[in-house]
């Protein structure tokens, strides 16, 4: 199971990049992410999270709902995985290539989000990634009173 993989739920692990991609999703993994971006594969899906969580330092990390539907013994159906999370982060890129909102502005960003996700033996097989983008970019750019 996916939760006997990672100690701790997947998205903070991967948000804090500490996560390994290869545990968590299958090699054949599809997600769907803000922007309408579809990531196949190991080494894009790790470039959304990275991208991601790379240009905002987490600071606290919320599991506020987690719901997990077991289905494949009994219906053959996937695995299914419901999640939603907030976590409080500081706009500062870890590097320069992490530049997905932008150059550093040191401000307090909160991320709320969403993930749906397919699971296959333990691991991701399709997932979809909900966070607005635009209410992230807001918080970085419009001043702070």
Do not use: C
Request: aromatic share 8%; charged share 25%.
């Amino acid at each position: 199971m996916l939760i006997d993989i990672v100690p701790r739920n997947p998205v903070e692990a991967l948000a804090q990049g500490e996560g390994d991609v290869t545990a968590i999703y299958d090699e054949a993994a599809q997600q769907i992410s803000p922007g309408e971006h579809t990531s196949y594969g190991h080494d894009e899906i790790a470039g959304f999270w990275r991208s991601m969580f790379g240009a905002l330092r987490v600071q606290q990390f919320t599991l506020e709902h987690l719901a997990w539907q077991q289905d494949q013994a009994t219906s053959g159906r996937s695995d299914r995985l419901s999640l939603r999370f907030r976590a409080k982060t500081v706009h500062s890129p870890r590097d320069s290539s992490l530049l997905r909102y932008g150059k550093e502005s040191g401000r307090e960003v909160e991320v709320m989000g969403i993930v749906h996700a397919e699971l296959v033996q333990g691991r991701v097989l399709r997932e979809w990634v909900l966070i607005d983008d635009v209410a992230l970019w807001m918080q970085v750019l419009v001043p702070q009173a």
